[in-house]
Structure formats: C-alpha cells, structure tokens
C-alpha cells in the first residue's frame, strides 16, 4: 500500500483525541477513533447523580415494564445511562424514541431498539413535531429528563393532547479529571477535545481553563456549538450532523497541528 493510500486508510493517524464520555458510548467512540488511526483519551466529564426523587422514577420505570406507556422519549445519552443503571425494561409494545443519532446510538449499544429520531431537528422540540405528525391520536407518553431540561418536549405533547408523565431520571454532575490528563491538555499533547453536550462543555470550560489555540474544540452539531460558545469555549470544527461519524469526519480534515511524539509519554 502507497503511503498517500495509507494517509486516506487512517486521516486520524497521530492525533490524540479526548473522548468525554465513558461508558458503552464512550468506549464505541473510541473503537471509531482508532479506526481512523487516532488515540481515544477516554475521559468522563460528566456523570448521572441520583434524582432528587427516586420514588417516582422507580414509579415510572416499573409502569414502563408493565406496558403502560406508547411512547417513552429520550433526549440524552445520560439518561440512556440510568437506564441501563436501573436494568429498566421497556416492552416490544413500548416505542422508544431518541432526540438525534449520538442518543439512538446509546440507546442501541446497551440493547434497546429505536423507534423514531428526528429527522431534521435533533431537538425536544423537532421530537416533539415529529412524533405529533406520527401520532394524531392521544397516546400515553413517558418523558425521562434531567433536573435541569425545560419541559419543551412535555409541554408540546401535552399541548396535542397526549397524555404525559415527565419524570426527572437524573442530575447532571461533573467529573474531575486526573492530573496527568489535565497537564496534558494544559501541554497540547491532546490534540482535539470533542464536544457533545452543553453539560460537556461547560466542564471543558471549568476543568481546562486554559487550552493551547492550536487544540482542536470540535462540537457535534450545530446546536452543541451554539451552547458550547456560550459556555465561552472557541468551536472550531462543527459536525454537520449530531453523530458521532459526522464529528470524527469534521475533525478528520483537519491536519495535526504539531507532532505528537514532541511530548514525553
């Protein structure tokens, strides 16, 4: 193989990548990295606390195994944790639908089918659009979200006329990180930081207050970096979809910005 062949075969080759979030979707992100050549620094930014209350999730989860809901919506990858944290089951007769393609992916990883994503609108309300057209009905609908989320999503199935039960599955916490991964952002031996959620971002911002310029900030969609800007961190790459294959695809066009064996290991 000629090396221009062998550059195409692994775009990624030299790059060390930190991968904020751990887990079934961390170590798939990671897996996706070392096929394009890259280094995964897997390093978990953030984490599930236990909701505030806990009584009406189980509540929740067990009408969910009953078969009692249609619908049970998922706008996070993190709620997709506390699933799989609480071996919730969710009937065949139960459609699951996730928020965009990084949240379906969590969803798929850990066993449970996807019904509906977006198809334009990785967002509660593009969710909330496009389960209404599908389901013009009432129809019995679980919402799972985190202590911090705006009930848009519940507020518009309410507004169609389903019935809703809007239940907080979790609180966002942050993770710190070791010493030796902050002195290597601090250092720029990482070289790209992806970003995949606002929660991700502003843990960036706080956890490494000062990243090199030449470290590449790359955000997951166009939503995540309106967020992630507002969190004050420079975006410089923007995946064209909320995926995990558009965000690495981004970053892959971009050349190493130094060499990596310039750092001690």
């Known amino acids: 193989m000629?090396?221009?062949?062998?550059?195409?075969?692994?775009?990624?080759?030299?790059?060390?990548?930190?991968?904020?979030?751990?887990?079934?979707?961390?170590?798939?992100?990671?897996a996706s990295l070392r096929a394009q050549g890259a280094v995964p620094v897997v390093a978990?930014?953030?984490?599930?606390?236990?909701?505030?209350?806990?009584e009406a999730l189980d509540r929740a989860?067990?009408?969910?195994?009953?078969?009692?809901?249609?619908?049970?919506?998922?706008?996070?990858?993190?709620?997709?944790?506390?699933?799989?944290?609480?071996r919730a089951v969710v009937p065949k007769k139960t459609r699951i639908a996730a928020v965009g393609e990084t949240t379906a992916a969590a969803l798929q990883a850990v066993g449970y089918e996807v019904a509906l994503?977006?198809?334009?609108?990785?967002?509660?309300?593009?969710?909330?659009?496009?389960?209404?057209?599908?389901?013009p009905e009432p129809r019995r609908i679980?919402?799972?979200?985190?202590?911090?989320?705006?009930?848009?999503?519940?507020?518009?199935?309410?507004?169609?006329?389903?019935?809703?039960?809007?239940?907080?599955?979790?609180?966002?916490?942050?993770v710190p990180v070791t010493d030796r991964i902050r002195r290597d952002v601090d250092s720029g031996r990482i070289n790209a930081i992806l970003i995949t959620s606002g929660s991700v971002a502003q843990q960036v911002r706080e956890q490494f207050p000062e990243i090199p310029d030449e470290t590449l900030i790359a955000a997951i969609g166009p939503r995540t970096a309106k967020d992630a800007r507002k969190a004050g961190l420079p975006i410089q790459v923007v995946a064209d979809k909320q995926t995990v294959d558009a965000l690495i695809e981004a970053v892959s066009h971009f050349t190493l910005p130094h060499a990596a064996d310039e750092f001690a290991p």
Do not use: C
Not at 44 to 54: A, E, K, M, V
Not at 61 to 86: C, K, R, Y
Not at 117 to 135: F, Y
């Open 61 to 86: 989860l067990e009408q969910l195994a009953a078969g009692e809901f249609d619908w049970l919506t998922i706008t996070s990858a993190t709620t997709v944790d506390v699933l799989f944290a609480h």
């Open 117 to 135: 994503v977006p198809e334009k609108d990785n967002s509660a309300e593009g969710m909330a659009a496009q389960l209404i057209a599908l389901e």
């Open 142 to 174: 679980l919402t799972l979200r985190s202590e911090i989320a705006k009930p848009v999503l519940t507020k518009s199935l309410i507004k169609a006329g389903h019935d809703v039960d809007s239940v907080v599955a979790y609180r966002t916490v942050g």
């Open 2 to 30: 000629t090396e221009p062949e062998s550059k195409h075969d692994k775009p990624l080759a030299g790059w060390r990548v930190l991968v904020p979030r751990g887990g079934p979707w961390g170590d798939g992100v990671a």
């Open 44 to 54: 978990p930014l953030i984490n599930f606390g236990p909701t505030n209350d806990q």
